[in-house]
C-alpha cells in the first residue's frame, strides 16, 4: 500500500491511498465468503457456493463493493498511522479507481481534518496582572451574617410578607385555560428569585390565606419560554429571627470560646477563598495571553459540526443571532483545546491513575452519582480515553500556570507555586454546602497553580474546616425544620447532637 499526503490548509489535509489487487485479496476473498453465506442458491450448502457462481449471479461488482466496505476503515487507519496524521472528525472518503476487473487495484483518496502545527513560546514569558488578597470588613460582615442565617429561626408572622420572608405557597400555572403544572405547600424566600420570574413581586405585600396572579415565561419542560397565566396563593408567612452576636453564639456555631477567635478563622477562610479566587483569574488571563500570543487556525468543519449539534439540541438551528454567539464562543474551545493538546504532547504529560480517581470521585459528585456507577457508565461508552484527555489539559494548564509570572494590580508578585489548604476534601467542586459534606481526613496541601487549572472558572473552593470542627458543620447539626439551613445527614456526632439541643432549648 502507498499513501501521499497534500496538504489543503493547515488544518485539512487529502490523503491519497493506492491497494494493490493482491493487497486487497484477503477483503475480496472474504467478501465471496460473506456473500456465500447469506444466499440460498439450489444445489449448494451456505458458504460453500463458488466464487464464479456468486459472481454470475449477482456480479463482480457486488463483491467488490462489500469488499472495499470491509477493508477501507483499516486501510484508512493504517494511512493514518504510516502518515502520522492527527486528524480530528471522520474523513471524507472518494473511490477513484474501483476494481471492477480480476488483478486491479483499489485507488481513494480521504480528506480530513487535522490538528494544526503550534509553535508553543516559552511559559515563563508570559506575564498577566490580577486582583490583590484584600479582606474587606465587608467580607467578614458577609461571612459572619451568612452563617448567622444558617442558625437563624424561622417565626410566624401576621403581616404582609416582604423581601427576606420564607412563605409557604400553592403555585400552579395554566396556559389557554389549560393546567401545565401546579406545587403545593413549597417553602421559598421572597427576593431570592430560584422559581418564577415575577413571583417575588406577586408575593410581596399578600398575607396568608390570599392569593394572586401574574404572567411569567415558563422555565422548563416542553412549555419552556411560554407565557403562562399563575396563580400563586400564601398559605403562612414567617421572618428569620437571627441570633445574637457574642461569645455564646461562637460556642454554638464553631469550636471556638469566644467572637474575636471566630471572627479570626472567618477572616482567615475569607483569605483562603480570595486567594483560590486569584489563582482562577491567573489562569483565565495567561490562558487569554496564550491564546493571543499564538495564532491558532481553528478546522472549519469540526466547529460547525459541534455549533450545529449544539443548536439542534436546543431547537435553534434558524436562530441567526445565537448561531454567531454559539460559532464565537466554540471557535475558542476548540482553540484553546488545540492549544492544551499541544502543550500535554510537548511536555511530555502523563496521567496516573490515582488523578483519573480523583476526576472522577469529583465529576461523579457533580451528577449525584455513586463513584464506581459514574466511571462504570463511562467505561460502558467509551468514554475513559476523552476523560484522561481532559485530566491531561488540565494539567498542561497547571504547568503553563507554575512558570508563568503573575502580579496584582500592587505590583506584588503572586506566587502560584504556593501550597494552600485545600480544606476537609479535594472534591469540592460538586458545589453543595458545606453543611451537607461529612467530616473527612484533610487533604494534602496543593498549589493554587494545580487547584485553579482543576476548576471551571466560576466555581469556588469549599470553605476549610474550623478546628475540631468546621462552622459550616456545626450549623448543620442544628435541627432543620423551622430554619431555612438544610437539614443535616441523619448520623451525628455527639457534639453535634449537643448542639442540636441546645439550639431547640434557645427556640
Given amino acids: 500500500m502507498k499513501s501521499a499526503v497534500e496538504t489543503l490548509n493547515p488544518t485539512r489535509i487529502k490523503l491519497t491511498v493506492d491497494v494493490t489487487a493482491e493487497e486487497l485479496k484477503p477483503s475480496l476473498d472474504k467478501a465471496y465468503k460473506t456473500i456465500g453465506e447469506q444466499v440460498q442458491i439450489p444445489g449448494f450448502r451456505k458458504g460453500k457456493v463458488p466464487a464464479k457462481l456468486i459472481e454470475q449471479r449477482f456480479g463482480r461488482a457486488a463483491v467488490v463493493q462489500e469488499a472495499v466496505n470491509e477493508a477501507l476503515p483499516e486501510l484508512y487507519t493504517n494511512a493514518i498511522v504510516e502518515n502520522d496524521i492527527k486528524p480530528l472528525g471522520q474523513p471524507e472518503v472518494d473511490i477513484t479507481d474501483f476494481p471492477l476487473d480480476e488483478g486491479q487495484g483499489l485507488t481513494f483518496t480521504a480528506e480530513v481534518d487535522v490538528r494544526p502545527e503550534i509553535k508553543l513560546p516559552a511559559f515563563d514569558t508570559l506575564e498577566v496582572e490580577v486582583d490583590p488578597i484584600e479582606v474587606s470588613d465587608a467580607d467578614l460582615e458577609e461571612r459572619i451574617t451568612e452563617l448567622r442565617e444558617r442558625f437563624g429561626t424561622l417565626k410566624g408572622v401576621e403581616r404582609k410578607a416582604k ?12 396556559i389557554d385555560g389549560n ?3 401546579s406545587v403545593s405547600g413549597v417553602s421559598y424566600e421572597i427576593g431570592s428569585g430560584t422559581m418564577l420570574e415575577g413571583l417575588d413581586k406577586a408575593l410581596t405585600g399578600l398575607k396568608a390565606g390570599e392569593e394572586t396572579t401574574f404572567t411569567s415565561p415558563l422555565a422548563g419542560g416542553e412549555h419552556e419560554g411560554q407565557d403562562a397565566e399563575c396563580t400563586v396563593k400564601i398559605e403562612s408567612v414567617k421572618e428569620r429571627e437571627l441570633p445574637e452576636l457574642d461569645d455564646e453564639f461562637a460556642q454554638l456555631a464553631s469550636s471556638f470560646d469566644t467572637l474575636d477567635e471566630l471572627k479570626a478563622d472567618l477572616r482567615s477562610e475569607v483569605e483562603r477563598t480570595k486567594r483560590f479566587e486569584q489563582g482562577v483569574q491567573a489562569r483565565d488571563k495567561v490562558l487569554d495571553a496564550l491564546l493571543e500570543a499564538i495564532d491558532i487556525p481553528v478546522p472549519d468543519g469540526v466547529v460547525n459540526e459541534e455549533v450545529h449539534n449544539h443548536l439542534e439540541g436546543e431547537n435553534r438551528l434558524d436562530d441567526d443571532e445565537h448561531r454567531a454567539e454559539v460559532t464565537e464562543s466554540t471557535r475558542k474551545q476548540v482553540a484553546t483545546q488545540l492549544l ?7 511536555q511530555e504529560i502523563q496521567v496516573g491513575q490515582e488523578e483519573l480517581i480523583e476526576y472522577l470521585i469529583m465529576s461523579a459528585q457533580q451528577y449525584g452519582m455513586d463513584p464506581n456507577t459514574f466511571a462504570q457508565a463511562l467505561d460502558a461508552q467509551g468514554q475513559v480515553p476523552a476523560i484522561m484527555g481532559e485530566v491531561a489539559r488540565r494539567k498542561a494548564l497547571a504547568t503553563v500556570l507554575e512558570s508563568a509570572k503573575v502580579k496584582d494590580t500592587a505590583g506584588n508578585v503572586v506566587d502560584l507555586n504556593e501550597a494552600v489548604d485545600t480544606g476537609d476534601d479535594e472534591a469540592d467542586a460538586d458545589e453543595k454546602p458545606a453543611e451537607e459534606k461529612p467530616a473527612k481526613k484533610a487533604a494534602a496541601k496543593k498549589s493554587t497553580a494545580k487547584k485553579a487549572a482543576a476548576k471551571d472558572g466560576d466555581e469556588k ?3 476549610k474546616a474550623a478546628a475540631k470542627k468546621s462552622t459550616a458543620k456545626k450549623a448543620a447539626a442544628k435541627d432543620g425544620d423551622e430554619k431555612p439551613a438544610k437539614k443535616a445527614a441523619a448520623k451525628k456526632s455527639t457534639a453535634k447532637k449537643t448542639a442540636t439541643k441546645k439550639a431547640a432549648d434557645d427556640k
Fill in 340 to 346: 492544551l493538546d499541544e502543550i500535554v504532547e510537548s
Fill in 179 to 181: 393546567e401545565i403544572d
Fill in 163 to 174: 423581601k427576606g420572608d420564607f412563605v409557604s405557597i400553592d403555585l400552579s400555572a395554566t
Fill in 461 to 463: 473552593p469549599a470553605k
